[in-house]
């Protein structure tokens, strides 16, 4: 079993909706990344977070250490958001090496 | 500010041969990391410098991998001989404290 899970895998979208992708992790961590990466493009850090709440334009993330849980919302959906969402964390302080979930690869229909 | 820029994009090699990937950290970016994604896997963890000194390589798969840093700016991965498993993304990424920018990657293909 992977340390960290995200779902859904594959999430496919109209639109204007509202998107949510969870992220569940097994062991304690120093922070929590959320990333980007478009088809062909390159990774790009989203969020790092370790507690709370964070936002960006449409883009919100939120985590519950004790629940071991984030989740990353986009509201109001457009295509250009198509792309695959990649959750991380970091364990240690002064090593902040990346374990990765697998993505989730969000289509917005338009 | 330039990025992090990895070299080549691109390579297609025959197993046996060698390759060497380059990565050129943001400027003045102590941390150095190397990550590598195989078909339908999650990204993983390769090594991590800080400066010159590698301070974590536990994620180097064997020891056709050798990662160096010289003077701590730009780093080098070569894979000697390189293994059809060896083909993969392989990523870069910089950070001076926690965050962490990443390269395009280097999309490695052996025959």
């Known amino acids: 079993k992977n340390e960290v899970e995200q779902s859904p895998q594959n999430l496919t979208a109209q639109e204007g909706e509202f998107i949510t992708i969870n992220c569940s992790y097994s062991v304690g961590i120093s922070a929590l990344h959320w990333l980007q990466q478009h088809p062909g493009g390159g990774i790009v850090s989203l969020f790092m977070l370790s507690s709370g709440k964070k936002k960006h334009g449409r883009l919100i993330a939120t985590i519950n250490i004790q629940e071991k849980h984030s989740s990353l919302h986009i509201t109001a959906s457009h295509p250009r958001d198509s792309a695959v969402y990649i959750c991380a964390v970091s364990i240690n302080f002064g090593n902040e090496k990346l374990t990765f979930g697998t993505g989730t690869r969000l289509t917005i229909i338009p | 500010e330039a990025g992090v820029t990895q070299f080549p994009s691109h390579s297609v090699i025959e197993k046996g041969q060698t390759v060497t990937l380059r990565c050129d950290p943001i400027s003045g970016h102590d941390n150095l990391y190397w990550y590598r994604r195989v078909m339908g896997k999650e990204i993983k963890f390769l090594l991590h410098?800080?400066?010159?000194?590698?301070?974590?390589e536990s994620g180097m798969p064997n020891n056709r991998f050798l990662a160096e840093r010289t003077g701590g700016t730009y780093s080098t991965l070569k894979v000697q001989p390189a293994e059809l498993e060896d083909s993969g993304v392989y990523f870069c990424a910089s950070s001076q404290v926690a965050e962490q920018y990443f390269g395009p990657g280097t999309r490695l293909t052996v025959t």
């Open positions: 410098f800080v400066k010159e000194s590698k301070q974590d």
